[in-house]
């Protein structure tokens, strides 16, 4: 299987409110750069395929319609660029991937291009991309850029991937870079051309600005829950990843995924798909309890609010309880709102009900999340890659900091013990991508 390590250059990543247990490490750690370079390291003495940064772009300001509430209980704010941390991660280590996420929303595709070529060339290639289109209108109310309706910002992202893509790999031909003394030649420009792209977003001449790197183009993730976000990733995605509501249905959907994958031209097998998950491991049963107590313990309504409201758009504090949420405008993460109608067993879910729902998180158990003994999670783990066809999954361990040391030191190793991990790197895979699907295969499949 698979495994990823997802975090975020904040003081709590994904479980906002965690920041505040005890034996944290991340509150002060997410800005010092030490921090991440034992992160990695560990990350690749456990053979793990990536450490995800996910990130965002302006803040939460939707709830109560202010930015308060997201301050105060650092809802992905405050947060470094992970841009600044990769070089130094990739410099502690040879195998471990990096994948980054970087918005299609807010620069332009030229100067994508040439930030991930130059990532790739400084990891040896083990670099990916995670494309968003970007949620929070809040970005646009500081000059980043247009904040564009749902679909349209697929509409946007689609040609933007096809600008970068060109830039990757039209601009040069192989052999372009001689570096011929003799002859004064570091480049033969007959072999370097403009991509000349005139779109509906998007002018770009070309030539690309770096040589080609060692994927050439990065792996490409993404993570659109909606049926455009799927269209998209059954278009471009190599990785996808995938909140699936369980074994059962996640099958279906995994399914559907791969359908869309064919339908658009392309082989199923090209795809990955990563289950993403709470983790939370304790070398007893109830060390695993007293951690999701803990969990519990420290979930505020507020942040929880603070985020639902800023990824869905909608601020629930502004409206009565029993208006309708689909009767509400919004044009930010579809799923998010999607999962609270599922939740609400009629489908038909109010803003009462997203306040009831959101507001009282409740703890881990072995049925919401891959929670236990590390015997226990494995036994979970291996039945989702029985009964859904996922290739793996992108863990979000809890608490974040001692959770990556119980991924480390207690799941891998059962996993290991099983055959169903990795125990070294292959020293054929010299990429990311070709971590992924095999030896030759740095170059995209498409």
Known sequence: MHLNVLTQCCPAPTFEFMWA?????????????????DLAGKLERACVDALFFADVHGVYDVYRDSWEPAFQHAVQVPAIDPLTVLPAAAAVTDHLGFAVTYSTAYHPPYQCARLFSSLDHVTDGRIAWNIVTSYLSSAAKNGLGEHLAHDS????????????????ERSWEDGAVVRDRSARTFTDPAKVRQIDHKGEFFTVRGPHLCEPSPQRTPVLYQAGASSRGLAFAAKHAEVVFMTLTGPARGGAQVAELRQAVRESGRDPASVKVLQGMLVMVGQTEEQARAKARLYASLADREALLTKWCGWTGIDVDGYPDDTR????????????????????????????????????????????????TAEQVADRMEEWLERTGIDGFNLLPCPPGSGVDDVCDLLIPELQRRGLFRTSYDPAEKTLRERYFGAGNAAPRH
Do not use: K, M
């Open 21 to 37: 247990a005890p034996e944290d490490r991340t509150a002060s750690g997410y800005r010092n750069l030490r921090y991440w370079t």
């Open 325 to 372: 949420l689909d009767e509400i405008p919004h044009h930010a993460v579809r799923s998010a709102l999607s999962f609270v109608q599922r939740a609400s067993g009629s489908g038909v879910a109010t803003v009462g009900d997203a306040r009831e729902f959101i507001g009282r998180l409740p703890p881990p158990t072995r049925t919401t999340a891959l929670f236990g």
């Open 153 to 168: 910002r697929y509409d946007r992202a689609d040609e933007y991937v096809e600008v970068a893509r060109a830039l990757w």
